[in-house]
Protein backbone atom coordinates (compact mmCIF):
# COMPACT_ATOMS: atom_id res chain seq x y z
CA UNK A 1 0.00 0.00 0.00
CA UNK A 2 2.67 2.51 1.36
CA UNK A 3 4.52 1.68 -2.00
CA UNK A 4 1.27 2.55 -4.35
CA UNK A 5 1.01 5.69 -2.87
CA UNK A 6 5.07 6.67 -3.19
CA UNK A 7 4.73 5.42 -6.87
CA UNK A 8 1.36 7.47 -7.14
CA UNK A 9 3.24 10.80 -6.01
CA UNK A 10 5.35 10.82 -8.24
CA UNK A 11 3.40 10.43 -11.44
CA UNK A 12 1.48 12.86 -10.48
CA UNK A 13 4.50 15.40 -9.90
CA UNK A 14 6.43 14.21 -13.11
CA UNK A 15 2.86 14.97 -14.49
CA UNK A 16 2.94 18.90 -12.66
CA UNK A 17 6.20 19.35 -13.84
CA UNK A 18 5.64 18.48 -17.35
CA UNK A 19 2.29 20.79 -17.77
CA UNK A 20 3.80 23.35 -16.36
CA UNK A 21 4.47 25.88 -19.37
CA UNK A 22 7.87 26.89 -20.32
CA UNK A 23 6.74 30.32 -21.23
CA UNK A 24 5.88 31.38 -18.00
CA UNK A 25 9.71 31.76 -17.27
CA UNK A 26 10.14 33.39 -20.90
CA UNK A 27 11.55 37.36 -20.13
CA UNK A 28 9.04 40.11 -21.95
CA UNK A 29 10.07 42.50 -23.99
CA UNK A 30 7.30 45.37 -24.56
CA UNK A 31 8.51 47.54 -26.35
CA UNK A 32 10.38 47.94 -29.72
CA UNK A 33 13.81 49.07 -29.39
CA UNK A 34 14.07 47.13 -26.56
CA UNK A 35 16.65 43.76 -25.49
CA UNK A 36 17.12 41.23 -23.05
CA UNK A 37 19.67 38.37 -22.35
CA UNK A 38 20.27 35.50 -21.05
CA UNK A 39 22.49 32.63 -20.58
CA UNK A 40 23.97 30.11 -23.10
CA UNK A 41 23.63 26.50 -21.34
CA UNK A 42 20.15 26.31 -22.73
CA UNK A 43 17.45 27.97 -25.61
CA UNK A 44 16.97 31.57 -24.43
CA UNK A 45 13.22 32.79 -25.00
CA UNK A 46 11.65 35.57 -24.61
CA UNK A 47 8.05 36.93 -25.68
CA UNK A 48 7.71 40.09 -27.41
CA UNK A 49 3.84 41.48 -26.94
CA UNK A 50 3.69 44.28 -29.88
CA UNK A 51 2.38 47.77 -28.48
CA UNK A 52 1.68 48.50 -32.31
CA UNK A 53 1.31 47.42 -35.34
CA UNK A 54 4.83 48.21 -36.75
CA UNK A 55 7.36 46.52 -39.57
CA UNK A 56 10.16 44.78 -37.06
CA UNK A 57 12.87 43.08 -36.73
CA UNK A 58 14.27 40.55 -34.58
CA UNK A 59 17.88 39.59 -33.92
CA UNK A 60 19.88 37.29 -32.18
CA UNK A 61 23.54 37.96 -30.25
CA UNK A 62 26.15 36.54 -28.49
CA UNK A 63 27.86 38.73 -25.79
CA UNK A 64 31.15 38.20 -24.38
CA UNK A 65 32.83 40.44 -22.04
CA UNK A 66 29.64 43.05 -22.71
CA UNK A 67 30.81 42.65 -26.18
CA UNK A 68 29.03 41.19 -29.08
CA UNK A 69 31.24 38.49 -30.67
CA UNK A 70 31.34 38.76 -34.52
CA UNK A 71 34.12 36.65 -35.37
CA UNK A 72 31.22 33.29 -34.75
CA UNK A 73 28.20 32.81 -36.53
CA UNK A 74 25.04 34.50 -35.19
CA UNK A 75 22.59 32.47 -32.84
CA UNK A 76 20.14 30.81 -34.35
CA UNK A 77 16.59 32.21 -33.93
CA UNK A 78 13.22 31.33 -34.52
CA UNK A 79 9.79 33.19 -33.95
CA UNK A 80 7.06 31.38 -32.98
CA UNK A 81 8.56 28.01 -33.75
CA UNK A 82 9.76 28.23 -37.06
CA UNK A 83 13.22 29.24 -37.78
CA UNK A 84 14.68 32.74 -39.51
CA UNK A 85 18.04 33.13 -41.33
CA UNK A 86 21.12 34.36 -40.14
CA UNK A 87 20.15 35.61 -36.25
CA UNK A 88 17.31 37.68 -37.56
CA UNK A 89 13.61 37.74 -38.02
CA UNK A 90 11.97 40.99 -39.91
CA UNK A 91 7.83 40.80 -39.52
CA UNK A 92 4.96 42.94 -39.61
CA UNK A 93 3.64 43.05 -35.73
CA UNK A 94 -0.01 43.66 -34.92
CA UNK A 95 -0.60 45.70 -31.35
CA UNK A 96 -1.57 43.38 -28.23
CA UNK A 97 0.24 40.14 -30.53
CA UNK A 98 1.69 38.20 -28.05
CA UNK A 99 5.21 36.65 -30.49
CA UNK A 100 7.56 34.07 -29.09
CA UNK A 101 11.60 34.12 -29.68
CA UNK A 102 13.59 31.48 -29.22
CA UNK A 103 17.79 31.45 -29.59
CA UNK A 104 20.13 28.91 -29.47
CA UNK A 105 23.98 29.39 -29.45
CA UNK A 106 26.17 27.51 -32.08
CA UNK A 107 29.28 28.66 -31.18
CA UNK A 108 31.16 28.31 -28.23
CA UNK A 109 29.39 28.05 -24.79
CA UNK A 110 30.84 31.58 -23.42
CA UNK A 111 28.83 34.69 -22.50
CA UNK A 112 25.06 35.63 -23.10
CA UNK A 113 22.46 35.48 -25.95
CA UNK A 114 20.74 38.50 -26.19
CA UNK A 115 17.39 39.12 -28.30
CA UNK A 116 16.40 42.18 -29.59
CA UNK A 117 12.87 43.68 -31.20
CA UNK A 118 13.45 47.28 -33.54
CA UNK A 119 12.60 48.84 -36.43
CA UNK A 120 13.95 47.50 -39.72
Known sequence: MLHHLRVRAQVIGLAAGL?????????????????RCG??????????????????????KRMVNESEDIDSAPPALSLDGNLCSDGRCAF?????????????????????????????
Open 19 to 35: SASPLSSAEMIEAIGAE
Open 39 to 60: GLQKPYAVEFLAPEDADVQASA
Open 92 to 120: RARKGQLYKLASKSTGPQSGRLCISVTRP
